[in-house]
């Protein structure tokens, strides 16, 4: 079952049928549903079980501004989605794939499901995370092959049916039984996404000041630094960098914006928190759960 049947949930629902996998959409949107069944979908607009244990699918928007998530479409799908589990005689696992503040699911999805199920959850029923990675115009093909699926469930047989489910569909895997660590990543990973869009936007005010061609430094750059080809290359975290040439590069690239009269606070904001972590203890090494890997 998909539970929100825009973008993201019908890319889902389209992929998991295309392997032979029985797939019904519930929509609120009236006109939505009656769209998906003129095309041959199953689509309802409220929340029904099966007598099995059911993979129900949470792709409802959370939009976001500087004050927050707005979790309204959220806590009504887990008000319909609880209600349904307290009729259910199965151990059902809601698979939340919307994108959420970390703890959202400790603070909300778990209590709303629990206050309106009756039930616990480990118990009569499991929650999941599977945070989606991807992009919106490319929405369909994502799903069919993703580069990166995480999954996490605090209960090995539910991490156990969610890797059957979506190993075969390719990409790298990672899982944790930590329902907080996935919430992290999405958050992070579409904050990196947003940093780095950002930091060369300001690049190439810089190279408009200077009358150079900011696409031709953006691109030889994004293959010539090591931050860009090598994946490992400072995620590490817990101490500034250092050496010959970034601390001194950075510091002069400032200064050169200010001579030229442009406001880089994309860079002060980096030299910043590099000074903040030079006053700091490193960070423990981190603990993983990624039971694909151990040992990473």
């Given at each position: 079952?998909?539970?929100?049947?825009?973008a993201v949930g019908f890319a889902k629902g389209r992929a998991l049928l295309e392997r032979g996998h029985r797939v019904r959409f519930v929509d609120a949107s009236s006109a939505r549903c009656d769209e998906l069944t003129s095309q041959g979908y199953s689509c309802a607009g409220s929340v029904t079980l099966s007598g099995g244990s059911s993979l129900i699918f949470v792709c409802v928007p959370t939009p976001a501004s500087v004050a927050g998530y707005d979790f309204a479409q959220l806590r009504q799908s887990l008000e319909w989605i609880g209600r349904q589990l307290s009729t259910s005689d199965a151990r059902n696992v809601v698979v939340v794939c919307s994108t959420m503040a970390p703890m959202t699911t400790a603070t909300i999805v778990i209590p709303t499901l629990e206050e309106y199920s009756g039930g616990r959850e480990g118990h009569q029923f499991d929650v999941a995370l599977v945070p989606e990675f991807i992009r919106?115009?490319?929405?369909?093909?994502?799903?069919?092959?993703?580069w990166m699926t995480v999954i996490a469930a605090r209960d090995?047989?539910?991490?156990?049916?969610?890797?059957?489910?979506?190993?075969?569909?390719?990409?790298e895997m990672r899982i944790t039984d930590e329902l907080?660590?996935?919430?992290?990543?999405?958050?992070?990973?579409?904050?990196?996404?947003?940093?780095?869009?950002?930091?060369?936007?300001?690049?190439?005010?810089?190279?408009?000041?200077?009358?150079?061609d900011g696409h031709f430094v953006a691109e030889v750059?994004?293959?010539?630094?090591?931050?860009?080809?090598?994946?490992?290359?400072?995620?590490?975290?817990?101490?500034?960098?250092?050496?010959?040439?970034?601390?001194?590069?950075?510091?002069?690239?400032i200064a050169f914006a200010r001579a030229v009269?442009?406001?880089?606070?994309?860079l002060k904001a980096t030299h910043e928190i590099n000074e903040s972590f030079g006053t700091?203890?490193?960070?423990?090494?981190?603990?993983?759960?990624?039971?694909?890997?151990?040992?990473?």
């Open positions: 079952m998909i539970v929100g049947a825009g919106g115009p490319h929405a369909l093909e994502d799903s069919r092959a993703p090995e047989a539910v991490r156990s049916r969610l890797v059957a489910l979506l190993e075969p569909y390719g990409g907080i660590t996935a919430e992290l990543i999405k958050v992070t990973h579409n904050a990196y996404n947003a940093a780095k869009i950002s930091f060369f936007n300001e690049m190439f005010r810089l190279a408009a000041a200077t009358n150079v750059v994004s293959r010539s630094a090591e931050g860009s080809v090598n994946t490992g290359y400072g995620i590490r975290g817990g101490s500034p960098f250092g050496g010959a040439c970034l601390p001194k590069d950075l510091e002069g690239l009269g442009v406001e880089v606070p994309v700091e203890k490193p960070a423990p090494p981190a603990s993983h759960h990624d039971e694909t890997n151990p040992s990473i």
